[in-house]
């Protein structure tokens, strides 16, 4: 019998020839992980991977301040003052105003140096504060992102869409603020951690439903998670004017948590860092070791990249959908918690404002791998409270960091724009995972 | 007699793949000219770049002596050339007359569509060649012998001269077969030129005027059915001698392993696919299951899988009942299953081939201790089998998606091969390879089968049937009409039982 | 259970056996009779005997006088209670239930259970149902609107997930513009004008990049909050004037205005209205006969098909999706110009989504998309009414009612839907 078999066939598209054998040596943690980050795992030498991988999300961003600066100077009625002047006077203006924003910008997410400098010079600790306590709050605010990115990323590795962290997030708040103000006399070493699981279940019932149907009945997620954000937001309308509603408040927030469910800050007032954002990383790197080291994430990974294939080789994927749905579910509960627990101490109307979506646009721009969300919900964290101080010191709305989330996401999804724009070659095709496709039952 | 269409010197390229190199043909005015080549020569892709799908990067195209560029299949429509895909080109939705309308529409003033017009034009064509289509039907309620004579209408309707037809047997019983070649004579004798691609010799042989060989993504040589014979263009095709049968030593049969009894098996919309099946398969034999496809074979496979429950009925395996057992109870059982279609569900494509080498068996020792998978030993599996099974792949980290179709196919027979297995279920286990793999994963079969496995055989290959078999059973329309010794079947005798024909005085 | 009839498929012809899931008969059936006791406990029992309950069939302000609806409240309760149980005991006991039917039963069932709750709720007072009816119809228009925008896009295999991000966008330039050039019409325009380019952005994305059509729609939604967001706080804050473009006001038709009930909810209407009328009929007949209608569904059906037959799938697609930005941006201009007459930007409150969801439980089908909108603005304007008759519940729970049913009809426990084949699939035209 012949064993050649040395026909070329479409679509092969290796005409190298077969490797030697690599050996099954141990690799350090570092390397295995850069693996799975850069999931092009062809023959090309490390460093070219990392660069290809991180090469476009960069890029993104770039492209995003850019056209951002732009659209600030086209909004500017001082550009079109100075443009009447002369044409080199609209340039510098233009100039002047994406430095300002952008200095302002900056200088509200990591501190402003000149305070430092203030410190140094007369030893005043309260400039030290000042200079440390937007960096600090630039961590505080990533921290639903990284929760949401990890919810997001985890259901996308799976080969769902989880477009409902919104609500998910919005019933891990709920539940955590209830044991929060309702459980009395506990020890924190309980309280902070049954609350802050209750989040985690709020969200886990909330991602529940939609895998479940998903798996049971084929209901597109997408459609059933939407839908199941207005429903969350409805109910929360509802209890904060009506059972959760703060005694003797006319207005819908709940009553405040025990301090005992409060997680631990680690500074005095105002610097609000707490205990939130190790959680947050925890969480992180278990999603990491689940995903890529356990056989439970090999199962999701096999249904979300090919769920004929995971079928066939006998895993379940309807427990693969429901559970990687209530998962994700879960960790943006967690979000919704930490901020109940670690910020506002309480529950109000309307507290979650677009970290459903925003969580999207995190996961894609870190690949769905925890490492690059948590580096992702980094940078929209200190946009988001950089852009608060930007505000303030040049009028400009604060929804500017809304824009370039959105024009980030587009490039971010659509890589083809970047290499046109920026000329790169197509790279070799990374880990896809299978979605969307049709609505509708089965 | 004029020449129709002419091809001169036609080259594409895909990234890795020169899939057609240089590619010289003529087509001669009513004559069935038979372009030959095995799964992955360039037939199908020099016929998309003729019909304006792909664009050639060199060469031209004449039609009736003009040169033309076709950069759409409107400019090919345009041309005169119309053709029938491999994978038929009809939306389900819609009706016959809306099928064939579409894109040339008969329309009142205003864009209303006139579909009156349109159907009696469909009902003039289908009475002209004796088609017999109902141009009110909807096409999802189609056999597909029917549609794939609504597809012949809208090259009619067009009016197109040149007619390609893809691999148009594939899908159709021996006497839809014969049904197709009374058509295309009809159509020649009525002046049209009809290219026709395909990879099986026999046909050629009947129905061809000419014949050309393709191999490799270049014109081999062009020949007539007087002048060659199988063994022949078989070597043309494939480049080197080819053993067209099998060789095997006799079926040693053992104790029972499969049972069968009365499985009623239905598929999503409640349809009986598989209705009141009993059959046993032993120890050491092939039992091969021939029919068209559709017929239930796929709805099959899936319940002695364990990937759909049936309906009725009890399957036993070792004489443990698996009716309601999952894809993973039975894999546990000792059974191995090459599936049917395997970039969809044998492979998980993006991921690398060591991955696949343990995709079903990734949960247990050594690939996992506790929860934690062993990345080393997952490595070590798989450099073994790519050795034994002689994977051509860069290394086992490569992604299974960039490997060719054959070395796919490879894989998958490396994993299911590669474990204790009592029982082998293999649906189209070559479907779409070329003739080297498909040799060596036959060999690969009948060496399972002479340690004593039993196997499965489900093919809509008639040849690939016969060749492996040592029982054949035929399904049509969800029964299994008979079981024959594989020294009683005849190709005869088996594609009329494929028809549903029972009677044979044979 | 089951009987076996000839039926054919796909690509053999295979017996079928019509085989109703007994788990489905009577959950449905059980759903029928606790609904019929649910208005018997609910309704029908608390109750006072004697009461009367009042509909007024005239809405306010119409000069045609229609005469009210009087009915003795218990009475009427028991009947339709006795009704509802009646029908599940029927879907209970009968074989296979209603069969093909049972839908339509089920909203019979539930139809009965919501007039038995506004009868008991209206008891001893009125309850102006004309008026009722006509706020029904006004909450419509967007919805129906927006889902004849995912319509246009959806059946031409393009998954439209932005008709909120693209009507916020409407709205806002509708009012924007309509108050800097004083006109409304330039202002309806522009709303128009400004859904057409979160189009473009949508169909360069899904269409020419290839972008998975959900993120493509919700960069789009994230984007159209960001500007408008912008905009707003930049400009119109400061300038109070930029967002007043006024509205446009109804136009009495006349003798038509007469026609009792239906006179003065349709025919007593602004712009809007009629026109969401003409759309509905225009897009049903032009999907279903026309020759675009059939190259449009055929891209979203078949895409592959359609090009071998010389149709430009990615023409017809970019077209598709700058028509259903279009009806977006033109139902967004109805929150400014059609309704409250000027922006903020909580305005369209997920009004986008509904529509979306109306165009799954309308089955894609323009005047299903109709009737699902009208019952997505009923629940809308009879939560508005809750209060005024002093009912006890909740409104967010009416409210929350439109995303509940479409979550249930998209698992296909009530109806089904069948999406174009082809949706959400970029297409691809060479695929060496």
Redo the contacts between chains.
């Keep these: ?19 030697k ?6 690799k350090d943690a570092g390397q ?1 992980l850069i693996e799975e980050f850069t ?1 092009d ?3 090309q030498p490390r460093r070219k991977r990392i660069f290809q991988t991180i090469l476009v999300p960069f890029l993104a961003i770039l492209t995003g301040l850019i056209i951002g600066g732009v659209f600030i100077v086209l ?1 500017s009625e001082e550009f079109y003052t100075a443009l009447q002047v002369s044409l080199w006077e609209g340039i510098k203006t233009a100039f002047s105003i994406v430095a300002t924003t952008y200095g302002a910008w900056f200088n509200g997410a990591f501190g402003d140096w000149a305070n430092l400098a203030a410190f140094f010079e007369t030893g005043d600790k309260a400039y030290l504060v000042k200079f440390f306590y937007p960096f600090t709050e630039g961590l505080v605010t990533s921290i639903p992102y990284i929760f949401g990115g990890l919810s997001v990323a985890l259901a996308f590795r799976a080969g769902m ?1 989880n ?1 409902g962290a919104e609500g998910q997030i919005f019933l891990g708040a709920i539940f955590a603020a209830y044991i929060g103000y309702a459980i009395t006399g506990i020890p924190a070493i309980l309280h902070i951690p049954l609350a802050f699981l209750a989040g985690a279940l709020g969200g886990f019932l909330w991602g529940f ?1 939609p895998g479940f ?1 998903k798996a ?5 997620e ?3 998670t ?3 954000n ?2 969350a ?3 929360s ?2 209890l904060l ?2 059972p959760m509603q703060r005694p003797g408040s006319a207005n819908p927030v709940s009553p405040s948590i025990m301090a005992s469910a409060e997680l631990p800050r680690f500074f005095d007032d105002p610097i609000r860092f707490h205990g939130g954002f190790i959680l947050a990383l925890a969480a992180a790197y278990l999603v990491y070791w689940f995903l890529w ?6 199962d999701f ?2 249904v979300g ?2 769920p ?9 994927v309807a427990t693969v959908m429901t559970l990687s749905m209530a998962l994700a579910g879960a960790l943006a509960g967690m979000g919704g918690a930490n901020e109940v627990m670690g910020i506002n101490h309480n529950l109000a109307s309307a507290f979650s404002s ?1 970290y459903g ?2 969580s ?2 995190i996961a ?1 721009l870190g690949s769905n791998h925890p490492l690059g969300v948590v580096l992702a919900a980094l940078l929209f964290g200190f946009m988001r409270s950089g852009a608060t101080t930007m505000m303030v010191t040049t009028g ?12 980030i ?2 490039f971010v ?2 890589p ?2 970047i290499r046109a724009i920026y000329r790169l070659k197509q790279p ?5 995972i299978t ?8 | 007699m004029a020449t129709v269409l002419e091809l001169r010197g036609i080259t594409k390229r895909f990234p890795g793949v020169l899939a057609n190199d240089a590619i010289d043909l003529t087509l001669e005015q009513g004559e069935i000219h038979a372009l030959l080549g095995e799964n992955g020569a360039g037939k199908t892709t020099l016929m998309n770049i003729l019909y304006g799908l792909y664009q050639q990067d060199s060469g031209e195209i004449f039609v009736k002596g003009q040169p033309v560029t076709v950069h759409s299949s409107r400019d090919a429509i345009a041309a005169g050339v119309g053709m029938v895909h491999q994978h038929f080109m009809l939306v389900t939705v819609f009706t016959v007359t809306e099928n064939v309308m579409l894109g040339d529409e008969d329309v009142h003033p205003g864009g209303v569509l006139n579909r009156k017009e349109a159907a009696a034009k469909i009902r003039h064509i289908s009475e002209q060649f004796n088609l017999d289509v109902d141009p009110d039907a909807y096409v999802k309620d189609l056999p597909v012998g029917v549609q794939q004579r609504v597809e012949i209408i809208k090259l009619l309707y067009r009016e197109a001269d040149i007619l390609i037809l893809d691999e148009p047997s594939a899908v159709l019983t021996p006497q839809e077969i014969e049904g197709l070649f009374k058509i295309m004579r009809s159509l020649v004798e009525r002046g049209k030129s009809i290219i026709f691609i395909t990879h099986k010799l026999k046909e050629v042989l009947e129905i061809a005027d000419r014949i050309t060989v393709i191999r490799r993504g270049k014109v081999i040589g062009s020949t007539t059915p007087a002048e060659a014979d199988q063994s022949q263009l078989a070597e043309m095709m494939v480049g080197r001698a080819v053993q067209l049968e099998v060789e095997k030593d006799a079926c040693r049969p053992g104790k029972c392993v499969l049972q069968v009894e009365n499985l009623v098996v239905l598929d999503d919309r409640q349809h009986v696919m598989v209705d009141d099946v009993s059959f046993e398969v032993v120890e050491g034999e092939v039992l091969g299951i021939a029919g068209v496809q559709g017929n239930g074979q796929t709805e099959l496979v899936e319940a002695l899988t364990g990937l759909r429950p049936p309906f009725e009925g009890k399957i036993r395996i070792d004489d443990q009942d698996v009716t309601r057992s999952s894809p993973r109870q039975i894999t546990e059982q000792g059974v191995a299953h090459v599936p049917e279609d395997r970039q969809m569900d044998g492979l998980v494509l993006p991921f690398p081939v060591a991955d696949n080498l343990m995709l079903n068996t990734y949960y247990l020792a050594p690939f996992t201790k506790g929860v934690v998978l062993q990345n080393n030993k997952i490595l070590e599996n798989a450099n073994r089998l790519i050795q034994e099974f002689d994977i051509r792949t860069p290394g086992p980290m490569t992604n299974a998606g960039s490997l060719s179709g054959g070395n796919q196919q490879k894989v998958i027979v490396a994993r299911e091969f590669s474990r204790p297995i009592k029982l082998l279920i293999a649906s189209q286990p070559t479907r779409g390879l070329d003739v080297g793999s498909i040799e060596y994963i036959h060999g690969r079969i009948i060496e399972k089968r002479d340690q004593g496995t039993a196997i499965l055989l489900v093919s809509t290959e008639l040849d690939e049937i016969m060749a492996l078999s040592d029982r054949i059973a035929v399904m049509f329309r969800g029964k299994i009409i008979d079981i024959l010794p594989a020294e009683a079947a005849t190709k005869e005798k088996v594609g009329l039982l494929m028809a549903g024909v029972i009677d044979v005085a044979a | 259970m089951a009987t076996a009839t000839a039926q054919p498929s796909t690509t053999v012809l295979h017996k079928h056996i019509d085989y109703v899931s007994p788990v489905r008969q009577y959950t449905m059936g059980a759903v029928m009779v606790a609904l019929g006791l649910l208005t018997w406990w609910l309704f029908a029992r608390t109750a006072e005997p004697g009461i009367l309950t009042k509909f007024g069939l005239t809405p306010g302000g119409s000069t045609v006088k229609v005469p009210d609806l009087i009915f003795p409240t218990q009475t009427v309760l028991y009947v339709l209670a006795g009704l509802q149980v009646l029908l599940g005991s029927i879907q209970l006991i009968r074989r296979g239930g209603f069969r093909d039917r049972t839908n339509l039963v089920l909203f019979l069932v539930a139809t009965m259970f919501v007039v038995a709750f506004l009868a008991w709720g209206a008891a001893g007072k009125s309850l102006n149902v004309g008026g009722l009816l006509k706020t029904t119809l006004t909450a419509s228009v967007p919805l129906t609107l927006g889902a004849l925008s995912g319509i246009l896009c959806e059946r031409a295999g393009v998954i439209n997930i932005a008709i909120e991000g693209m009507m916020l966008a409407g709205a806002f330039s509708g009012a924007f513009i309509g108050s800097l050039s004083g006109n409304l019409w330039i202002g309806m325009a522009a709303g128009v004008a400004t859904g057409v380019l979160m189009g473009v952005i949508h169909a360069f994305l899904s269409i020419k990049y290839k972008t998975n059509q959900i993120i493509s729609g919700t960069v789009i939604n994230i984007l159209a909050t960001g500007l408008t967001s912008y905009f707003a706080a930049k400009f119109l804050q400061t300038h109070r004037e930029w967002n007043d473009p006024g509205v446009f006001q109804p136009i009495h038709i006349p003798f038509l205005t007469k026609i009792p009930l239906i006179g003065p909810i349709i025919f007593d209407s602004n712009i809007y209205i009629y026109a969401m009328f003409a759309f509905l009929f225009l897009l049903q007949f032009a999907l279903f006969y026309t020759r675009w209608g059939l190259r449009h569904r055929s891209v979203g059906e078949h895409p592959r098909a359609a090009d071998t037959l010389g149709i430009n799938v990615i023409r017809t697609r970019w077209i598709a999706v700058l028509l259903g930005s279009a009806m977006a941006g033109f139902a967004g201009s109805y929150f400014t110009l059609g309704s409250v007459g000027s922006f903020n930007e909580m305005m369209t409150a997920g009004r986008g989504f509904i529509a979306l969801a109306a165009m799954l439980f309308g089955n894609y089908m323009p005047f299903g998309a109709f009737g699902a909108g009208l019952l997505f603005g009923f629940f809308d304007s009879l939560a508005s009414k809750l209060a005024i008759l002093g009912i006890q519940i909740p409104s967010q729970f009416l409210l929350m009612l439109p995303y509940v049913i479409t979550i249930i009809v998209i698992a296909g426990v009530v109806g089904r839907t069948t999406p174009p084949a082809a949706v959400g699939v970029p297409y691809e035209k060479e695929g060496g």
């Design positions: 019998m012949s064993v050649e078999n040395d026909t070329p066939e479409i679509p092969s598209a290796q005409g190298s020839p077969p490797d054998p690599v050996n099954g040596s141990k295995i999931p795992r062809s023959a909004t869409f477009i439903i149907l049971r009945t084929g209901a597109h997408v459609i059933t939407i839908m199941l207005y429903i937001f409805r109910l309308d509802w004017n009506g080291k356990t056989k439970w994430g090999f990974r096999a990249s090919n004929h294939a995971a079928r066939y080789a006998g895993m379940k677009g979506f925003d999207i646009a894609l400009i709305p604060i929804d500017i960091v809304s824009i370039l989330q959105a024009l996401l587009a999804a659509a083809g724009i070799v095709s990374a880990e896809g979605l969307a496709g049709s609505w509708g039952g089965k």
